[in-house]
């Protein structure tokens, strides 16, 4: 019992000395995901496969900087004509990799993780989303959009290194 203690002491102490501390200055590759901070509405359409037609697809999101720090915490909630999405996501740049990262999860208890990168304003991830022991690889991009919002679009795998667009959505800044 006593080691518990003082390894709950420790740890207390170290969080304590952090608290007062300002964020560290982000690296132009962090200060880029500000692009993504702000709230946000969402329309566009969806559809499940390619036989499926386009349906109507709404929603908003809220992004801002995690504790103030280098990562971009994102929840998003959407509605198309068969359920209402609740997501949770983590952006960050991983910079011994090079590259930025993105982890998810929603209310169906999915699970999505993508790499990505940006050039020209444009940021495309590759990944995959896992949900019921199957995994789908999925690639995103968003694109500047009028009126400083943007647009995404989510394309999944459709065999023999064919790309399906299942959704198109544009984020217009909610003042």
């Given at each position: 019992?006593?080691?518990?203690?003082?390894?709950?002491?420790?740890?207390?102490?170290?969080?304590?000395?952090?608290?007062?501390?300002?964020?560290?200055?982000?690296?132009?590759?962090?200060?880029?995901?500000?692009?993504?901070?702000?709230?946000?509405?969402?329309?566009?359409e969806?559809?499940?496969?390619?036989?499926?037609?386009?349906?109507?697809?709404?929603?908003?999101?809220?992004?801002?900087?995690?504790?103030?720090?280098?990562?971009?915490?994102?929840?998003?909630?959407?509605?198309?004509?068969?359920?209402?999405?609740?997501?949770?996501?983590?952006?960050?740049?991983?910079?011994?990799?090079?590259?930025?990262?993105?982890?998810?999860?929603?209310?169906?208890?999915?699970?999505?993780?993508?790499?990505?990168?940006?050039?020209?304003?444009?940021?495309?991830?590759?990944?995959e989303?896992?949900?019921?022991?199957?995994?789908?690889?999925?690639?995103?991009?968003?694109?500047?959009?009028?009126?400083?919002?943007?647009?995404?679009?989510?394309?999944?795998?459709?065999?023999?290194?064919?790309?399906?667009?299942?959704?198109?959505?544009?984020?217009?800044?909610?003042?």
């Amino acid at each position: 019992m006593t080691k518990w203690v003082a390894v709950v002491a420790c740890v207390g102490l170290g969080a304590s000395s952090v608290q007062g501390q300002p964020a560290p200055a982000r690296s132009p590759e962090v200060s880029q995901l500000g692009w993504y901070v702000g709230k946000w509405s969402a329309a566009g359409e969806s559809r499940g496969s390619a036989e499926e037609a386009y349906s109507e697809v709404s929603g908003e999101e809220t992004c801002e900087w995690f504790a103030g720090g280098p990562s971009v915490l994102c929840r998003e909630t959407t509605t198309d004509r068969n359920v209402t999405s609740t997501s949770l996501y983590i952006l960050a740049y991983d910079a011994a990799r090079k590259l930025y990262t993105v982890y998810g999860t929603d209310n169906t208890g999915a699970i999505y993780s993508a790499t990505g990168t940006v050039a020209q304003g444009v940021w495309s991830w590759t990944g995959e989303a896992r949900a019921e022991g199957q995994a789908m690889p999925m690639k995103y991009s968003f694109h500047p959009s009028p009126g400083g919002g943007r647009t995404m679009d989510v394309e999944i795998a459709a065999g023999e290194g064919a790309w399906l667009r299942i959704l198109g959505l544009t984020y217009k800044p909610l003042n």
